[in-house]
T-cell receptor, first 115, second 113 residues
Framework: NAGVTQTPKFRILKIGQSMTLQCTQD?????MYWYRQDPGMGLKLIYY???????DKGEVPNGYNVSRSTTEDFPLRLELAAPSQTSVYFC??????????????FGQGTRLTVV | RKEVEQDPGPFNVPEGATVAFNCTYSNSASQSFFWYRQDCRKEPKLLMS???SGNEDGRFTAQLNRASQYISLLIRDSKLSDSATYLC??????????????FGQGTELSVKP
């Protein structure tokens, strides 16, 4: 079982470059999330999606964009990368989080450095 | 008040000790609660779920206090392998609440020999 797959695992970007972090899940989860985690800090929600075609901002959306054209895929786009975006990015998916027996499954993370 | 707030830590305890962390939440309508474990900035993984007053799994006990809006995680007989960051998650209740799955900032535990 693949679960949640993120690519790439590591990336170094120059200031001003753009890139897309890929995330795909094979569990037919309707909810998907993008988080960033800075050193020594907790997870901050960037964007989330409650289903194909529906996305919404989380706690720290500035500098990022997302799309959800299919249930499986939830790419995160960085435009004009800045050093402040150096972080570890996690994608996750779940069934509706307000329901019981809901667990969020995470990808292995993308370690991004902007220099 | 933050949606989810945890004891700041770090907690440094000797092997065999009992340690407890707290997590407070602001949404009184929340019905489900989770503790995740994260090792060395790897991906978080589910440790325990709490739906009623509490849940116990071996050395781990999670308790819920709805009146004071907090959940706690108790670890008995700490092992070196328990060293990790423990994350609290309190999802909003119901589809209309949206999908803002917010994590607490995490509590770091270090178990020493």
């Amino acid at each position: 079982n693949a679960g949640v797959t993120q690519t790439p695992k590591f990336r170094i970007l120059k200031i001003g470059q753009s890139m897309t972090l890929q995330c795909t899940q094979d569990m037919n989860h309707n909810y998907m999330y993008w988080y960033r985690q800075d050193p020594g800090m907790g997870l901050k929600l960037i964007y989330y999606s409650v289903g194909a075609g529906i996305t919404d901002k989380g706690e720290v959306p500035n500098g990022y964009n997302v799309s959800r054209s299919t249930t499986e895929d939830f790419p995160l786009r960085l435009e004009l990368a800045a050093p402040s975006q150096t972080s570890v990015y996690f994608c996750a998916s779940s069934y509706s989080p307000g329901r019981m027996n809901t667990e969020a499954f995470f990808g292995q993370g993308t370690r991004l450095t902007v220099v | 008040r933050k949606e989810v707030e945890q004891d700041p830590g770090p907690f440094n305890v000797p092997e065999g000790a009992t340690v407890a962390f707290n997590c407070t939440y602001s949404n009184s309508a929340s019905q489900s609660f989770f503790w995740y474990r994260q090792d060395c900035r790897k991906e978080p993984k589910l440790l325990m779920s709490v739906y009623s007053s509490g849940n116990e799994d071996g050395r781990f006990t999670a308790q819920l206090n709805r009146a004071s809006q907090y959940i706690s995680l108790l670890i008995r007989d700490s092992k070196l392998s328990d060293s990790a960051t423990y994350l609290c998650v309190v999802p909003p209740r119901g589809y209309n609440q949206g999908g803002k799955l917010i994590f607490g900032q995490g509590t770091e535990l270090s178990v020493k020999p």
